[in-house]
């Protein structure tokens, strides 16, 4: 699996202000309600105050290595952007598993704004928001308006 710890401290880490007083001094985990004594867990910030367990670390690393090989296959596949193809399909499924595990809410198409039906045909669309990369999906085809 790629090393995403740098992508997870930008932009997948809860805002400080969705945090409480224990997961922003690094008592607690910033992902689950885990205490984590000192030396303990996987620091997430410069000044080593976030930090999370490792298991959500595991599971939440693993949400966006499977995303970032998703994206990575669809930008330089010919047939992709058609519909996935065999390799698409296994790379998409690793992913939505990933998420699953991983408690996220459904899929929602960042074209349309509305919310991804299960096997609709989707895309990863990764873009430049103003506090850094926004991880979002597509619609693979037309949006279903």
């Not at 969705?18 to 922003?24: D, F, P, S, T």
């Not at 490792?54 to 966006?64: F, N, T």
């Not at 596949?77 to 408690?103: D, K, N, S």
Request: aromatic fraction near 6%.
């Amino acid at each position: 699996m790629r090393d995403v710890t740098e992508a997870l401290r930008l932009a997948v880490v809860p805002a400080l202000s969705a945090l409480c007083a224990e997961q922003r001094s690094g008592a607690v985990c910033v992902w689950c309600p885990r205490a984590l004594p000192p030396g303990e867990g996987v620091t997430l910030s410069p000044d080593g105050r976030l930090r999370a367990c490792v298991p959500c670390h595991m599971v939440q690393a693993r949400v966006l290595a499977t995303y970032l090989d998703w994206y990575d296959h669809g930008i330089a596949c010919l047939y992709c952007p058609l519909g996935p193809c065999g390799r698409g399909h296994v790379l998409a499924a690793e992913h939505l598993a990933a998420r699953e595990r991983a408690g996220k809410p459904e899929l929602s198409c960042v074209g349309c704004r509305t919310p991804v039906a299960p096997g609709d045909p989707v895309r990863p669309h990764l873009w430049q928001g103003l506090g850094g990369p926004v991880y979002s999906y597509l619609h693979a085809r037309a949006c279903p308006r």
